[in-house]
Structure formats: structure tokens, C-alpha cells
């Protein structure tokens, strides 16, 4: 790939964007590129996630005006960027495509196969997909310009967003959106090659399946469980990350560890029985006042708040001190 229209598609040229579905991402997605300075389309084919959305992000801004890091004048220039549409024809001026709808496989093949008709050759395609293989999915849908990038909720708190190569993405498409997340204060971490999940889901996959083991079998509770985690993971990983804490315990010890034959870590088959038992009587977490823990005795604003707090101060924390 690598043609006149590619070449022209460099950071400075992207002054459009538009974000495609509304729900948990999309809106946040949509509130950091206009915190970055650029023109915003959202796009949902629901008016009332629309709605919902223009609430949210008006939220989350003052959430961040409270945290000091932005100040009251900037949220309504931030949200004039911000277009609302249940169309897409705000396609034919997009630079950039950010694809935040359900993850539903035929519903992001049809959108994209829509995008290629309606936009301009020099547009780059992007998914938020989890777990899809867009490449495969969209295999004729611009190769050179389409890659997934993965956020994480909430994306104007969380830094990380995956950059994940398809077989033929230009680098050219690869440097101008790392470009652009850099500039939007994002942390954007390269995968070479698709693979559902990416790092960091497939590593949280991994700690689900002993996490509700240990639920189910009642060796520790929830509370105990995620305290003892706190207080040594959630300490020791921004230091040393996941990889390097091996060179700290020592290689020949690390080997003998992943030898050691009494650890049975439990097989992918096994349903998690606790997580079942509380779906099945409609505990879904924050959203239902009710999951593994009882938030009924709160307003659900005030819950998400209070954890966005948090994020944003241990955040400017390991800023400040250069993590
Ligand atoms: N929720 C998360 O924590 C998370 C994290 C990373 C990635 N993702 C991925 O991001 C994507 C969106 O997830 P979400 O949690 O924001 O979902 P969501 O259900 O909250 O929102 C999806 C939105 O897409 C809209 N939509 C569906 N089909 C559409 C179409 N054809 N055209 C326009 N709008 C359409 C829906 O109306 C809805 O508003 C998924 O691919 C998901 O796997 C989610």
C-alpha cells in the first residue's frame, strides 16, 4: 500500500473525525479527540444512545473540572466539536473513523463496507473491536488504512489504547494514529499481528478464570479477594509491570515456579457458577445497584464518580513521579 492518498495522510492533515456508535466508548472516545482540539462526529443509529451520550460526556467534563485538569471555560468549546448524528453523512469529511458500535460481527462488516462507499480515500478506518478479527471481517475494506484500536473504559481516564496491526496496515496509517494518540496524551501500545484479546484481555481472561474459582470453591470472599490484589499487585505492577518482575525474582526460580506441579490452574471449560447465580437473578453490577458487591444504598452517579476520582488522582500521581 502506500499510494499518493496515503502519503498525504499525515498528523497534521486529520482535522475530522468521526466516531461511529455512541454506547459505553464511543461517547467517551468521542470527548478526548474534542478535548484534543478536533471537529467530532458521533454517530449512532439509536437517538436515545445519542442523547444518553451528549449526558455522559457533559458528566465526565465535569468530573475532570472538579479534578482540576481542565478548567470550566474549555467544557463548552469542547462541546461545541462535538456533532451529533444518526446518519453517516458526516462520512464524506472524515479524516478518521473510529468504530465503536455493539460487537456484533455482521453489524461491523456492513458499517464498514457503508464507510468505504461514503468516505474519501485518504479516510483511516479504526475499530474499538475486542475480539474480532476486522481484517478477516472487512478483508476488502481498504487494508493499507484499516487497523483496530482498542480502548479501555473509561477512555478519557485510561491511557492505553491497543494499536493492532492487519497484514497489509501501512505504516504510514500505524504513524499517524500513534501520532495522534500521543497527542491526545494516550498511550499507544503496538501489536504486530491479530489475536482476540490483545495483551491485556487475554491476560484478565486468564486471572477471571482463577478469580472465580476461588469464589466458587469459597476460599476467600470478594472483598478479600480484591484486597489482597490492591495491596500487592495493584502496588507492585505500575513498577515492574507483568514481565519484568520476573527478572526481580530471579529466572531459575521463575522456571521452577511454572514447574511446580501442585498449583492446578483451572481449565477454560469450567463455568463460573458465583458469576452465573448472580446474572441469573439480574446482579449485573454498578449499572443494576447490585454484582458482586451491594451498591443499593448509593446513587450510581455518584459510585462512577467516586471511582473516576480515584483513577484521576492515582493517574496524576504516577505522572507526576514518572512512572
Ligand atoms: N465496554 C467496554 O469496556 C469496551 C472496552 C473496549 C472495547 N469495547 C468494544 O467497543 C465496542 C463498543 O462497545 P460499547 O461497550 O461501547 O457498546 P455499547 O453497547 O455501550 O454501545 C454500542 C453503540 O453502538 C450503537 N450501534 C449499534 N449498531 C450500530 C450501527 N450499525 N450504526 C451506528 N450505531 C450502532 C448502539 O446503538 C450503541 O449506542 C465493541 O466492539 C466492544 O467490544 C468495549
Redesign the pocket.
Known sequence: MGGEGERKVTIDRIKRVLV???????HSIAMVFAQGGYEVDL????ED?LRQSLKLIRFNLRTLKDAKMIDSGSIPKILGRIHTSTSLDAAKEADLVIE????IPE?KKE?FRALDRLCPARTIFTS???YFNIFQLAKRVRPGKMLIC????PPHLIPLVDLVRGPRTSDMTIKTVKGILLKLGKTPVEIKKFIAGYIVNRLQRAMAREIFYLLDEGYATAEEIDRAVKSSLGIRIPVVGVVQRYDFTGLDLSLTIDRNPSIHLVSKDRRPKTLTRLVEKGYLGVKSGRGFYDYTSKNIADVLKERDKKLIKLQKFLIKEKF
Open positions: 461511529v456508535g455512541a454506547g459505553t466508548m464511543g454517530a449512532d443509529n439509536n444512545s465503536a458500535i455493539s460487537e453489524a458499517l474499538n473491536t475486542s482498542h480502548w479501555y473504559a
